[in-house]
């Protein structure tokens, strides 16, 4: 089984910052995304932020100037650094993993971490 350990969630206040940090160990063959989604209640889970081969990143435009995600291939952990944090940024976030070996492609999840944004 893969594990993703997630931490740093918590409860803010509007304008402050947060880290995510999401690490991935036991049967991890070659990752090559690495990413964070969130969801709220009655909505989808969508993309937050997501580090692909190379370093490439993308990110949700509602989070465009105040999101960065990081990895560290050798660790197998991505670290997302948010700021100026709103309201709307509360949602339960969620670790994803995809690695592969050879052919085979497999699609990991954290079991997720909230985050609170005072209003």
């Known amino acids: 089984q893969v594990q993703l350990v997630e931490s740093g969630g918590g409860l803010v206040r509007p304008g402050e910052s947060l880290r995510l940090s999401c690490a991935a160990s036991?049967?991890?063959?070659?990752?090559?995304?690495m990413g964070w989604y969130r969801q709220i209640p009655g909505s989808t889970r969508e993309l937050v932020a997501l580090?692909?081969?190379?370093?490439?990143?993308r990110y949700a435009d509602s989070v465009k100037g105040r999101a960065t995600i990081s990895r560290d291939n050798n660790r197998n952990v991505a670290t997302l650094q948010m700021s100026n944090l709103k309201p709307e940024d509360t949602a339960v976030y969620f670790c994803?993993?995809?690695?592969?070996?050879?052919?085979?492609?497999?699609?990991?999840w954290g079991q997720g971490t909230q985050v609170t944004v005072l209003p």
């Open positions: 994803n993993v995809k690695h592969r070996l050879g052919d085979d492609e497999y699609d990991e």
């Open positions: 036991g049967s991890v063959f070659t990752i090559y995304n």
């Open positions: 580090v692909l081969p190379g370093g490439i990143t």
